[in-house]
């Protein structure tokens, strides 16, 4: 069995609740997926430990193994270089030894009935989290960052059973789950997007070049 966050409510007392149950868990963590069977996009662990159980649902492994595997296009840094919206828990910060200093926090009371302060990160121009190392395009926290940003993906790019996909399209249905579409891209077409990506376009741009590619090829 495997365990899905559920999905946020955009109720901070909750959301962030659900966010603490994850920072909990987080060696547990496998990945983010879009589950279909489940119409869910959310991150997903092996065990919940300590964690409550009430943030999570049930996934049998073969809606793992069907679901596809959001992945990261390394020396990309899109996430991180512009309007990051960056979070993290003072909890988590403390745990994890990362000092934060003088940066905005705001207080929350966790549906749990539990304050947490929360520190936003993002505090260089262009909202750039401050933690992003512009040179080397990455995270200088490493295996440290925040869960929030450990989870979060920009949803373009994924794995399935050895083979790659970019998604196409996305739309959130009114029960709170999200409808996703992908699309298996060549190994070749892959390397293009891994190209374009490292140059700065923007992951979107690249996808939409590639299918433009692809339907020029098939005209
Ligand atoms: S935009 Fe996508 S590929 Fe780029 S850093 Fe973020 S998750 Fe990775
Ligand atoms: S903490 Fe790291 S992963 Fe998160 S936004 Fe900042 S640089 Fe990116």
């Avoid at 009935?113 to 512009?134: A, H, M, P, W």
């Avoid at 440290?144 to 970019?166: D, H, N, W």
Wanted: proline share 3%; hydrophobic share 35%; glycine share 8%.
């Amino acid at each position: 069995m495997y365990y899905a966050l559920k999905h946020p409510t955009g109720r901070k007392a909750y959301d962030y609740w659900l966010i603490k149950q994850a920072s909990l868990v987080r060696k547990f963590y496998i990945g983010t997926y879009y589950i279909p069977s489940k119409k869910m996009y959310t991150a997903v662990f092996k065990r919940i430990g300590e964690a409550d159980p009430q943030a999570f649902i049930e996934l049998t492994p073969s809606e793992v193994r069907y679901g596809y595997k959001m992945v990261c296009i390394e020396g990309c840094g899109q996430c991180c270089e512009k309007n990051s919206g960056a979070v993290i828990m003072k909890s988590e910060a403390e745990s994890m030894g990362i000092e934060i200093r003088n940066k905005p926090s705001e207080e929350i009371r966790l549906v749990d009935g539990s304050v947490e302060t929360i520190y936003r990160l993002d505090t260089r121009k262009g909202s750039q989290c401050v933690f992003y190392n512009s040179k080397r395009k990455n995270c200088t926290l490493g295996r440290k960052k925040p869960t929030l940003c450990m989870i979060s993906y920009c949803g373009a790019f994924a794995e399935r059973q050895g083979k790659k996909y970019v998604r196409v399209s996305g739309k959130f249905l009114s029960n709170g789950k999200v409808e996703m579409v992908f699309k298996e891209v060549s190994r070749r077409e892959w390397n293009d997007l891994e190209g374009m990506v490292r140059n700065g376009i923007n992951v979107w741009r690249a996808v939409a070049e590639i299918l433009r590619r692809r339907n020029m090829g098939s005209k």
